[in-house]
């Protein structure tokens, strides 16, 4: 019955709380894109979404090429008093706000602070490489250093790279990182932001409590262990990666952290479904949501047929138009799924 109840709240979630929730039941994260000029309205959404849905802390942190590795550590942190609900919005293009952080006693200021549960990073691509390979080291080790201190991340922490892009094929961060995201969302505008939405009209929206969400989560990620995988679904998963790897438009092949991401996303989208297997559909919309910031499609001067003799301009013409989302249908579509 509590299962029941739990799954009847699951299922009056928008798109973007329930890619968060699926990276909060698996303890990974996920990379969120948008056309740019809805990045402000996505990073409103994104925030009453950790506050009003999950109860947890949000802070924000604004990339660009003059981000330093200080600025990105300071952003991360919040402050302990703050209510569970609460957001904090830390800009890394003020070095105002820097600099008075620094001025503060440091004995009482790093006591108060701990990184907050959901690090919203806008433009996260924009920033210089070393600032990227930081937090690709938070996310490994789950904790950050700063001058005076070591913080760890919270229990329930999660890692969204917010990126501006012209689809969601588009949107990826350095390479290493990349791949360490669980899974990849794009979020169209027209689809609307409920929570935002919400707040317009001024109506009286309930915020979650915190201890019953982290019960959820914990109850989900039970259940997602408890899944069964017959042998046949697990040669079809196999196959799609097996195709993938062989399409002619993708460049780098599929990384060993994909197959294993693609495999926990199945496992987790199985008891939202309210069943206790995994079925083809569930593989084929985990393949839609792993592989999409993945996949890189090759140049027609370095793919493969190129070597046997084809034409430049046959290829060029095969791969116009060809993206990560179109390669991704054209495999399911190849694989034939088990009855």
């Known amino acids: 019955m509590a299962d029941e109840i739990l799954l009847e709240k699951i299922h009056d979630l928008s798109d973007l709380e329930l890619a968060a929730l699926l990276s909060l039941v698996a303890r990974e994260h996920c990379l969120i894109s948008t056309p740019s000029d809805a990045l402000d309205d996505l990073l409103e959404e994104l925030q009453l979404v950790a506050s009003r849905t999950f109860g947890l802390s949000c802070a924000v942190i604004n990339c ?16 302990n008093q703050q209510t569970p609900t609460a957001t904090a919005y830390a800009s890394t293009n003020s070095h105002l706000a820097l600099h008075a952080q620094r001025q503060k006693p ?17 433009n996260l691509h924009s920033a210089p490489h070393a600032v990227q ?72 929206v309930e915020t979650a409590s915190t201890g019953s969400v982290v019960k959820d989560i914990a109850r989900l990620s039970t259940l997602s262990r408890q899944v069964d995988v017959d042998i046949n679904v697990t040669r079809y998963r196999m196959n799609i990666i097996s195709f993938l790897r ?13 197959t294993k991401h693609l495999e926990l996303l199945c496992r987790c989208l199985a008891p939202l479904h309210k069943v206790g297997f995994v079925t083809p559909a569930l593989v084929g919309l985990a393949a839609r949501k792993v592989y999409i910031h993945r996949i890189r499609i090759a140049k027609p001067e370095n793919e493969r ?9 046959a290829v060029e013409a095969i791969l116009d138009g060809v993206g990560p989302e179109e390669v991704i249908e054209d495999v399911l579509t190849m694989v034939t799924a088990p009855l």
Do not use: C
């Open 64 to 79: 660009d090429s003059t981000t330093t590795l200080d600025t990105f550590a300071a952003s991360l942190l919040v402050k």
């Open 106 to 122: 440091k004995s009482s200021d790093q006591n108060s602070l701990h990184i907050a549960n959901f690090i919203l990073a806008r």
């Open 133 to 204: 390979i930081q937090a690709l080291e938070l996310l490994r080790t789950r904790r950050i250093f700063t001058h005076t201190a070591v913080h760890a991340a919270p229990k329930q922490f999660l890692f969204l790279p917010v990126l501006g892009a012209e689809r969601g094929g588009a949107a990826r961060v350095t390479k290493h990182l990349n791949d360490y995201m669980f899974i990849g969302h794009w979020h169209d505008p027209e689809d609307g932001y409920v929570n935002l939405e919400d707040g317009d009209d001024n109506v009286d």
């Open 246 to 258: 062989m399409h002619r438009a993708v460049a780098d092949g599929i990384s060993p952290t994909a």
């Open 305 to 313: 047929s190129m070597q046997w003799g084809s034409k430049l301009g």
